[in-house]
């Protein structure tokens, strides 16, 4: 399992929050999907599959908000 961190733009609500993280921790890889409104970040715990990753980003933008990797999570090549 691995973990990433998301920066998550336009979720300013509880319902923002609740949507995402219940349609994000129902996608398959996904473990746990938390989303934190004080840091517009979403904490995700997933299979480790770099398509996972891709998918829930995919998800996000398609329920009406913009989520990247957070470039701080990323490993240094």
């Known amino acids: 399992m691995k973990h990433a961190v998301l920066d998550v733009d336009g979720a300013t609500c509880t319902s923002c929050v609740y949507t995402i993280e219940h349609v994000g921790s129902k996608l398959k890889g996904v473990h746990e999907c938390f989303v934190d409104r004080n840091t517009s970040q979403i904490q995700l715990d997933y299979d480790g599959n770099p398509e996972t990753l891709e998918r829930i980003i995919e998800l996000v933008d ?6 990247v990797i957070n470039q701080a999570d990323q490993p240094v090549s």
């Open 62 to 67: 398609r329920i009406g908000y913009t989520a």
